[in-house]
């Protein structure tokens, strides 16, 4: 008697509780979905709406129904919390969604790059270089910025991608330039543990060297106010990671140069935005408080009327350049900084109307400088080119 009062409990429990995941699966999904995961930074899979017989026979239906679900599933997120730390902590596998954690340092492992996004990303340089700066009279320089899992995986023995093999195809694509090597300037301890970005105030070796490259190091003056923000820095591998790890510290650095300086973004008309734009700081990344969230912002320029190198230098960056680039204009009259993915460069006369804003001539007269890391290689968040 006692089993079968036992029996039915668990029967009417266990019915209870796919009954109320069924009922919450349904509302979640269908009638209160989440559109984004601010943990993860991506947007979630919705309920297919192009559900047609040839779509189930092709599987795409089936397949996008397979991403809604896992998307919406109720409690997604405490869910992947307990199967991270399950992973993690129990089955001591080292790695979990890609992710590897040693010592605080939050890493996506990658293995091997993309080659056919690692050679359209070098031809959209190459053909940017051919257009615009091959016959110019400024020097050009190309420098490749390593990303955290090049020091991550020589630290903690994991398996790294052939950084040599790209660091040459780069260099041989733009045989015109000088390549600046920035690999032996930074360290592991030089990034954010959560985030992909590097620390500010950890890469005035990887500055130094840069300047060096570029002639402009005696420009430089080497001293620096350091300044924490006041709040704590959720980079984008803390949500991604599932495991709740403490948060960072932004801190950046300033002198009376940098102060002194004017940072314009130009968008839909030029306005003049703040270097270090502390407004942005508890917005979705605390990292784009460098240069006013410029990562997007197709063109910026910096103006610094009190350095005595009156040279102009046209900067071609991702966000790494961000934080970089207001250390360096204390070297220069003024910086031009450019996001090629929010920009047309397949047509010469097609960038947005870039010529209306900046002269022709700058081109022609100015050094130009490709500052990107590895990851944006390895990537395709370049327009392709037109063919």
């Known amino acids: 008697m006692q089993n079968k009062t036992k029996n039915r409990i668990v029967t009417v429990l266990f019915s209870a509780f796919i009954a109320f995941f069924t009922v919450m699966s349904v509302y979640t999904g269908f009638f209160n979905p989440t559109a984004t995961s601010e943990a993860e930074r991506r947007p979630l899979a919705q309920a297919p709406t192009n559900v047609t017989l040839e779509s189930i026979k092709d599987k795409t239906a089936i397949s996008d129904f397979e991403d809604f679900v896992v998307d919406q599933f109720p409690f997604r997120e405490f869910f992947r919390s307990v199967k991270a730390r399950f992973q993690m902590n129990v089955l001591g596998l080292k790695e979990n969604n890609g ?143 599932a495991l709740n790890p403490d948060p960072d510290k932004i801190s950046y650095l300033i002198n009376d140069a940098i102060a002194s300086a004017k940072l314009y973004n130009y968008g839909t008309k030029i306005e003049e935005v703040p270097m270090y734009n502390l407004d942005l700081f508890d917005g979705e990344d605390g990292y784009n408080v460098f240069l006013s969230g410029a990562a997007g912002n197709p063109v910026m320029r910096i103006v610094n009327n009190k350095c005595a190198n009156n040279k102009t230098l046209i900067v071609f960056r991702d966000s790494y350049g961000s934080s970089l680039l207001p250390l360096l204009s204390e070297a220069y009259r003024t910086i031009y900084v450019i996001d090629i993915r929010s920009i047309d460069y397949n047509v010469r006369e097609g960038w947005n109307g870039l010529y209306e804003v900046i002269p022709q001539r700058v081109f022609e007269e100015s050094d130009v400088l490709f500052l990107y890391s590895t990851l944006i290689f390895n990537s395709n968040s370049f327009k392709p080119l037109a063919k």
Do not use: M
């Open 99 to 241: 992710l590897a954690t040693e010592d605080g340092y939050i890493v996506k492992v990658e293995s091997s790059f993309n080659d056919k996004f690692v050679s359209d990303s070098i031809e959209i340089l190459e053909h940017i270089y051919d257009t615009y700066f091959k016959d110019g009279k400024g020097d050009a320089f190309v420098s490749i910025i390593p990303d955290k899992n090049y020091y991550f995986s020589k630290a903690y023995g994991y398996a790294s991608p052939d950084y040599e093999k790209l660091i040459a195809d780069v260099r041989a694509a733009l045989a015109g330039t000088e390549y600046i090597d920035l690999f032996d300037s930074l360290e592991l301890s030089d990034y954010y543990k959560t985030d992909t970005h590097w620390d500010q105030p950890e890469i005035l070796g990887a500055l130094y060297t840069l300047a060096e490259g570029l002639g402009v190091r005696e420009y430089l003056s080497g001293e620096y106010d350091k300044i924490t923000i006041d709040g704590d820095f959720y980079g984008v591998y803390h949500g991604q990671s």
